[in-house]
C-alpha cells in the first residue's frame, strides 16, 4: 500500500499545496488548500524545509492514537523552518523576509498553567500539524509569540529540527549533567539528540540502548560511550559492570518500550533522575517500590520545551560548536520525495530526514 | 490465632525481655534474650516506649516481604524513645540519662550514596528491626551518630513516633507548600501525620482520601479540608470540583493502593508533585504518557527522612506549636498490652498506637 | 509646608479627577486630567481604592531616587483596586463590572528575560504610576495580560494592597520556611505581612527588627514571635540566644538599612538563605569574605511578584484564612483625606493605610 | 628578603623535614619535626607533590589575615598527594600503599550545618596547614573520612590540585551551565580552572577578565571564548557587545577584587547567578539595589567543595577527558626548589606550580 501519493496537484492562485489527510483513515495526498490567512497577530511563513515526526508516521498511518487526535481533513507537520511571508497588523517581532522557525505549541496563555509560567504544560495547547494545520505545505500560519527567529549561522537542515532537537534539550537539561553518567533508552532522533546534548553539558559518560543496530551507529557518532543492543539481553549488567557497580546519575528515557520501564530504573544509582519523554503505546507495569520509592528516584515528565530558555540554550549550544547534530541527519530529501521519507523513516534506517523545498 | 503471646518471660541476669521472632512464621514471642553489647561508637538505650509499624505487622503476619526480607530469630521495632544507659568509649555526642530516640536507617556512610550527603537513599542500609535488633525490647543499641538528643518539651508519646513522623515531614516538605493545595492517598498513620505538617506548613487546601471512615475522621482532625471516602466512587471529581476544576499542586501516596495510582494523578495540576511513600505490594499499572508525561509531572521516591534535615525541621514544628499530632495517637498501651494493639492497628480502628513501658 | 492640596478639582467631561505631579518638586496636586484611553488589548478600571506605597512617598518628596526617575507631569500610584469600566476589542479574560487589581509591573514580553518566563525582571519594564499614569485617579489603564480579577471574599481593603502583599509573599516564598527559623529587618508593611506569610507558611520562629516600637507592636500582632528594638542595640546577641546559637535559618531584609546589611549576616547559620527587598538609598559596604562566602550564604535580589505565581499562591492563603494581614491595616480613609494619609505614614504612626474612594 | 631558606635540615629518627613557620613573622624554615601520630581513625600519608596555593603566601608574608588567624609554630600546605603510609586501627577505607588525596576542611560532623549535610559549611571547620599541621612535609595525618583515594589514571601533578580544583568545580556546577554565557573575573588558578570546568559543561561562552596578561593567555588556554585585559578599562561595554546585549547568565568572582564587584554585576542578565569566591582583603562597597536587587540576581558564596559530591563530579570529568588542566600547570618543580616556587607564584608569572618530592 502506499500510503501516500505524490503526484502534483496543481495550484490555483489563493491555494497552495498541501500534504494532507482529507478523511479518516491510513495515507496522505498531495492536494491544495487554501492558503491560511493571517489574524492581526499571526505570522505567514513560505516553509522552505521541515522534516517527518514520529506523530507524523501516525498520523500517516492513522494508528489508534491519530484516530482519538486527530480530526480530518488536517495538514499535519510541526517540524519546520522559512521565511516571513506576511504579518498581522499588530505584529512587532518579525516582518516579512526574515528566516525563522516555530515553537509548535501553541498555548493558550490564560490557563493555570500559562499564567503560572508554565506554558510547554498549557492545558489547552493545540499542537500544530496535530490540533491545527500544520507544514507540510507552502504556508503556515503561527501566533507572533511562537515565532523564533533564526540566527544566520544556524544552517537549512538544522533549522528545519530545532523542535525535536529541542525536546532532546529539554529532557537532558532538565537537571544536574556535568561529571555525571547516564543511560539513554532509545536512539531515534530525539534519543540520539539527547546524546549529544548531554555530551555537550559534560556529561563524564553515556550509554545508548537500543535494538537497532543502524540507530546505534548514530548514537556512537553522537558520542556515547557505550551502545548495547538490548536485541541481545538486557542492559543492566553491562552498564553496571562499566560504572563500578555506581549505576548511572541519570536516565532518558526516548523509547517508550516496556522494557526500558523494567530494565531501566535497575541500573539508576540511587537518588538518581529519570526523564520520561518516550510515549508508551499502552499502560506499563512499573515496580514503584522498587525501582522509584526505595531508590529515592526522582522521575519527570517532559514535555515540549520550555518556552523560551530551552530554545536559548539550544541556539547558543548549536552556535558555539558545543552541540553538532549533523550526523543524525541521515538524508535530505525535496518534497516530491515525501513517500520515500516516509518509507525510510519507517524501516529504521533513517536518523532524521529533512525535506527541502524542490516546488517552484 | 493470637500471633504473639504475652506471657511474660523470666529475665535472667545478662539477659533482657524482647519480643522475638524466634523462626520463620507468623507471630511474635515475648521472651529473653541476651542484652546487646555496646561497640565503642555505640549507644546503649534503655526502650521506654515503643510504636507498632506497618512493616512490624507485615514482620507479625510473616508475609511475602517479611518472608524475603527477615532472618529469624529477630527482635523487630523501629519506632521507639528511651534513656541512654551506656554508650562506648568513642561516643561524645550522648551520655548515660539522655533522653533519646533514633534515626532507625543505619547508614554505611562510605557508599556511593552516602558519600555524596544521601545517607537516607544508602546503597547498604540497615534498618533498625528489620535487618538487625530492633526496639521492642528493654534495650536497643545505636551508632552514635544516628542518635537524636530529645528536646525536653518534646512529650514521651511523641518522642515514641518521630520515625514514622519524620516520613509524613521529609513527603511534605519535598517541595513547595505554601499557599498551594493538596491531596493525601491514604489516611494511615503517615497520611495523617503528613495533612497535619501540610497544614503547619501554609498548604491552602487539603483534601484526604481513604475508605476508612475512622481515618477520614482522623484525617479531619488533623485539618484536612475535605475528607473523601473512595469506597463511595472516584475521588477526582470532588477534588477537581473543589478546586475550580484547576486539581491540586501536590499529591502524597501514602497507601500503595493500586487505585490511588490509577485516580491520583488525574486530579494533579500540570507540572504538580507527586511524592510517593506508600509501598505497593506488587507492580502497578500506570498510564505514564497521560499521568506523568503530557502532565510535566514530577514523581519522587520518597524514603526515610533526610539526615538530619529533616528532625531539625520536625522538631522546630513541634515545639513551635505549629504541628500537633495527638489526635492521631489514639491509644497509649503498656508492653503487656502488646497482642491488643497489634489487634487494634491490624482492625483499622486505631491510628497510632503507642506503648510505654509498663515493667519493672 | 503641605505636600499637596486637596480642595476638589470640578471635573468635565472627558476628565477625571487624579492627584497629580504637574512637574519637577515637591508635592502632588488634585486636578483633572483627561480619562486615559483604551488600547485593544486595554482593560480601563474605575478605581475604588488605593494605598500609598514608600515609592509614593518618594515620589511626592521628590528625592534624589524621584528626580532621577520620574518624568513629570504623572500621576503616581500602584496600589489599587476597582470595577472594570470598559475594555478595549481584543480584550477576552476580564469585562466590565468585574471587580479587579493588577500586576503594575508591565512587563514588554519580548526581551530576554521576559522570553525565559521572568516576566518579573523584564527589561524594559513600565511600572504603574512610576513610569506611567497611575492609580490616584479616577481610572487606570492597564493592559489585559496585566489584570488580575479578584476573588469576591477578598474585600476590598486587601484588594488595594495585593501588591505589595505579592512582595512579601514572593520574598518569603522564594526558598523553603517549613520548619526553620526567620529573621525579618524592618517591620513596615511589606516586613510585617512577610513576618504572616512566613508564620503561615510554618516558619518556627520569627525575629521581627526595627526601631519603631509601633511597627514592632504591628510586627507582634502579625506572629513575630520576638520583636527586637534595635535603637537599643544590635539584634545578633538575641537572635543567637533565642536559637540556642544556631541562628537564622533565613534572614528577609525589607528595610535598606545599612545596620541590617551590617548585623543582619551575623545571624545567619551558615548556608542559610538571605532575601533583600528594601532598598538601601545608596551604596553599602558588605564584609563579603566573612558575611558572604565563608558562611556559604544564598543572597537574592528579590523583585516585584512571580506573575502570576506569586498571585495564586497568595489568593490561595487569603482565603484559606491562613494569612490575615488585617493587622497591617491600620486605617482605612477617604481619598479627600490624602494629606492626612501622607503625614500619617510619613510620621511612621501608621501601618498601611488604605483609602476609599469618597467622590461621586 | 628571602622569605624562606631552604637549607636542608637533618632528619633523626621519629622526625621528619618540613617547611615550617616557627613563630610569628613572615617565612618559612625548612626543618624537622616529630612525625605525627596516627589516632584510631587517622591516616598518614607519606606526600610525594604538593602546591603552594594563595592561602599559603598569605601564611608565608604574614599578611593581617595570617596574623589573625595563625597560631605559630605550624607545617602550612593543603594542597597535596601522597602514599598511605599507615592507618588507625579503625580506618577500613584505606591501607597503606594506596594514592591519595584528602579533602581539607576537616568537619567536626556534629554541629548544625554537618548534621543537615553542610559538612563544606561546618562551623568547627580547621582547614589543613590553616588550623593544624598541613602538607608542607614529609607526612601528613587525615581523619579517615575526609581521604579521597585516587582513581589510577589520574597522574600525579593534577592529584596534588584537586583541592582547588575542586573550588573550581564546585563554583562552576553551583548552577545550570549548559547553552549559557559567562564571565570569570580573576584567572589565577582557580579562576583558569573555573573555565576549563565551565566549558566542559557545556557553558557557550565564556569571557575571562583580570588584569595579567600571562593568566590571561592561561584562560585563553583553557578555552575562554573572549579575553579582556583591565587595566586597559572596564569590561562590561565589551561583553555586552559580545553577548548582543544580554549580558551573561552566571558570573565567578574569583578575584577578590573591588573593581569586580563594581563592574560585575553590570554585565549580568536579570535573573543571573554570581558565584563568590575570591576572597576580597576588606569590606566592599555594593550597589544593593541595581546591582542585586533590581536584577533579581541570585548571588552564592562558595566555600570548599561539597563532599563529596563534587569530588565525584571533579573525577569523572578529568578521567572522561572532558576536562583539561594541563595548561594551568605551567611549572613542576622539586621541593628544594620551594622559595622559587614562592617567588615564582608572587610575581605572577605562573599559574600552578606543583612540587614533587626530590628528597630521598
Request: contains cysteine; proline residues 6%.
Amino acid at each position: 500500500m502506499a500510503v501516500t501519493t505524490t503526484k502534483e496537484p496543481i495550484v490555483k492562485p489563493g491555494t497552495m499545496w498541501a500534504m494532507q489527510k482529507p478523511n479518516a483513515g491510513p495515507g496522505l495526498v498531495p492536494t491544495t488548500v487554501p492558503i491560511p490567512g493571517v489574524g492581526e497577530k499571526d505570522v505567514r511563513i513560505r516553509v522552505t524545509a521541515f522534516a517527518i515526526c514520529g506523530t507524523d508516521l501516525h498520523i500517516v498511518e492513522w494508528d489508534g492514537w491519530a484516530q482519538s487526535r486527530i480530526r480530518p481533513p488536517l495538514v499535519p507537520g510541526h517540524e519546520f523552518t522559512g521565511i516571513v511571508e506576511s504579518v498581522g497588523s499588530g505584529v512587532t517581532l518579525v516582518k516579512p523576509g526574515d528566516r525563522v522557525t516555530a515553537e509548535t505549541h501553541i498555548y493558550c496563555g490564560i490557563c493555570y498553567a500559562c499564567r503560572r509560567g508554565l506554558l510547554h504544560l498549557c492545558e489547552n495547547v493545540q499542537i500544530l500539524g496535530v490540533d491545527r494545520a500544520g507544514a507540510f505545505a507552502d504556508f503556515v500560519v503561527i501566533p507572533e509569540r511562537n515565532v523564533w527567529r533564526l540566527h544566520p549561522d544556524i544552517p537549512e537542515e538544522i533549522a528545519a529540527i530545532l523542535d525535536p532537537l529541542g525536546n532532546a534539550v529539554h529532557s537532558a537539561l532538565a537537571g544536574p549533567v556535568a561529571g555525571l553518567r547516564f543511560a539513554v533508552f532509545g536512539c531515534g532522533p530525539i534519543g540520539c539528540f539527547s546524546i549529544g546534548v548531554l555530551k555537550a553539558a559534560g556529561a563524564a559518560w553515556v550509554a545508548a540502548i537500543d535494538k537497532n543496530p543502524m540507530r546505534l551507529e548514530l548514537a556512537r557518532a553522537m558520542g556515547a560511550d557505550m551502545v548495547i543492543d538490548v536485541a541481545r539481553g538486557k542492559a543492566t549488567a553491562e552498564v553496571l559492570r562499566a560504572t563500578d557497580g555506581r549505576g548511572v546519575d541519570g536516565l532518558l528515557e526516548m523509547s517508550g518500550h516496556p522494557q526500558a520501564f523494567r530494565d531501566g530504573f535497575e541500573m539508576l544509582a540511587n537518588g538518581g533522575r529519570v526523564s520520561l519523554l518516550g510515549i508508551p503505546s499502552k499502560p506499563l507495569e512499573i515496580d514503584v517500590a522498587k525501582e522509584i520509592i526505595f531508590r529515592g528516584a526522582q522521575v519527570q515528565g517532559i514535555n515540549g520545551r520550555l518556552i523560551f530558555d530551552t530554545w536559548f540554550r539550544m541556539e547558543a549550544l548549536l552556535l558555539s560548536g558545543k552541540l553538532d547534530v549533523k550526523p543524525v541527519i541521515t538524508h535530505v530529501l525535496g518534497w516530491s520525495e515525501f513517500d520515500r521519507a516516509v518509507e525510510l523513516q519507517r524501516s529504521g534506517k533513517a536518523g532524521k530526514i529533512v525535506l527541502t523545498r524542490d516546488r517552484p
